[in-house]
């Protein structure tokens, strides 16, 4: 093509005929007219022509957001690997877990004359291939996780030779059981969530099938926590007693606290067999060994029994000898009778949700640099101690801002704890099942500030501003008091590990007593009957 031709390639057509002529030339970055186009020397021109102001800032603005881009699909990628190592690795502990519970079973079947050594020989051979492949890698413990319930996991006292009829007569295995959700007194498999469906047109609700929590033993516990209320003497009869019976008559391992251990010694030396621990490390691995937790006091007793367990709770049996007891409806009377139903099974569970609590300091560099986790089971309370002044607090709910708060203080409550501080509060009274948590001010500067119940999901911050008169301070279940200067935070949300009572009843049953009992609600003479009035 010669000097001045234009042919398809040219920049005349190519600028007219591409579907874009309606886009004006400035737009583009470059401002030219087509007439100069068909000469090299403007095409020269048109090179060296400095891009509009603007263009730089918007590359880099896009190179950012590229940059942003790949990090999250590296973050994502990440955490499939993670994920799939992580899944690989359960089901690496789970099958030497069961092959290890295989061979001890053959070994003691064999040692009764009940098994074959082929069979007694394939376990071993087993357990030797998973533990040929599990050499380069750390060693694998019995418990699934220091967080999780170990329903299948098998203590030992410390001897080597497992062979031996004193390690088989000392071992213990960690009771296993199974929740299932019932409904109109039928067990469920599964527990079926509220489902929204579209049907026609038409937008329907799946009715929920879960009306029952029932716990039944896959096998039977053989460890028994017992706590007990401090300086009370009917209670501490009665605890000797219960520690009795159930070792003599049910055989079971009785775990009690180092201040009941101490008392039952000067009781008697009988006691020796009962158990404790001695520091806080060993406390923390009770969930490991604790089938079944044993309540002597009242709803005190109760939150005392939650606070021992940071993680996974065992079953709690609460029996009544408090003043006033909402989570107790098992009385002392019949202990015998409500035990052993309770340890052949299946019994109905009510689980009673907690919050989980953490202090964020205003010189905290990040979220990550906090306080806690604190556990609750009533509430959390955020007052302003004994400053004259309002409280003023900013409160938000997943980032949004929920409203701020001036006057005595604000109540986060667990629908366990609507009967406490919440109710006197104002709070409303909630089913302990119903998952949400309480909103409830505290002698608010207000007459339009009515309590809240926000859904379980959801994580509350709650801020003491720069511009607060005074400090604030926080309770957790009316214990470790701590101080919010201005700056600082507490952020709520609801803990993965529910507490899991047992109930004499059923759960609504257990809770409409309760509150009748307890609080005699809506008790009143009832209307005297006149007979009708002629008209």
């Known amino acids: 093509m010669y000097k001045g031709e234009e042919g398809p390639m040219s920049p005349s057509n190519s600028f007219t005929s591409n579907g874009n002529s309606g886009v ?13 186009l068909n000469s090299e020397k403007a095409i020269h021109e048109l090179v060296q022509q400095p891009l509009l102001d603007g263009i730089d800032d918007h590359l880099f603005e896009f190179s950012e957001a590229l ?6 699909l590296r973050r994502v990628t990440e955490g499939k690997a993670s994920a799939q190592a992580e899944a690989a690795e359960w089901k690496r502990k789970y099958e030497l877990e069961r092959a290890r519970n295989l061979l001890l079973e053959q070994r003691e079947l064999s040692s009764r004359g009940q098994c074959s050594e082929f069979n007694v020989q394939k376990a071993g051979n087993s357990l030797d291939q998973i533990m040929l492949f599990d050499e380069n890698s750390e060693k694998c413990e019995l418990c699934n996780g220091k967080d999780d319930i170990c329903a299948n996991e098998v203590l030992r006292d410390g001897e080597s030779d497992s062979d031996s009829p004193l390690v088989h007569a000392k071992m213990m295995r960690k009771a296993s059981f199974r929740l299932a959700w019932c409904c109109n007194g039928e067990k469920g498999d599964r527990h079926k969530h509220d489902i929204v469906s579209f049907e026609k047109g038409n937008i329907t609700t799946a009715e929920r099938s879960s009306k029952q929590i029932s716990l039944k033993w896959e096998s039977p516990p053989q460890t028994v926590l017992i706590l007990t209320k401090p300086n009370s003497t009917s209670v501490q009869i009665l605890c ?3 520690v009795r019976w159930l070792k003599e008559q049910k055989k079971l391992n009785i775990f009690v606290e180092p201040r009941v251990k101490n008392e039952l ?9 009962v158990q404790t621990w001695l520091d806080d490390k060993e406390m923390l691995l009770l969930h490991t060994k604790v089938d079944l937790v044993v309540t002597l006091g009242g709803d005190g007793t109760v939150l005392w029994a939650a606070s021992v367990f940071k993680g996974p709770v065992p079953p709690i049996v609460p029996f009544s000898l408090g003043s006033l007891g909402f989570m107790t409806p098992f009385y002392s009377e019949h202990y015998r009778e409500y035990l052993n139903s309770i340890l052949s099974g299946p019994i109905g569970i009510t689980l009673r949700h907690r919050l989980q609590c953490h202090i964020i300091r205003d010189a905290a560099k990040s979220e990550f640099e906090n306080e806690g986790p604190m556990l609750v089971l009533n509430e959390v ?3 302003r ?9 900013e409160c938000y709910c997943d980032n949004s801002f929920v409203t701020c708060v001036q006057g005595d203080g604000l109540i986060l409550s667990t629908t366990s704890g609507s009967t406490a501080y919440s109710l006197a509060a ?6 302990p099942q119903v998952p949400g948590i309480l909103f409830t001010p505290i002698c608010p500067h207000s007459l339009s500030f009515r309590p809240l119940i926000l859904p379980e999901h959801v994580t509350i911050r709650v801020v003491v501003p720069f511009n607060s008169r005074s400090h604030a301070w926080v309770s957790f279940d009316g214990k470790d008091r701590k101080q919010l200067a ?3 935070a507490l952020v709520c949300s609801m803990a993965p590990w529910p507490v899991p009572t047992a109930c004499q009843v059923d759960s609504t049953n257990d809770f409409l007593r309760s509150i009748h009992d307890g609080l005699h609600w809506n008790l009143r003479k009832t209307q005297s009957f006149d007979g009708p009035r002629d008209s």
């Open 67 to 72: 940059r942003t881009v790949a990090k999250a």
């Open 240 to 242: 000797f007693e219960m």
């Open 24 to 36: 004006s030339p400035v737009e583009n970055g470059f401002d030219y007219s087509p007439p100069l």
């Open 265 to 273: 010694l000067a009781e008697s030396s009988y006691y020796g067999f």
């Open 486 to 488: 201005p700056g600082d």
């Open 426 to 431: 104002g709070g409303s009274m909630v089913h």
């Open 385 to 393: 101690g004994i400053s004259s002044f309002l409280t003023n607090l």
């Open 381 to 383: 309370t955020i007052d």
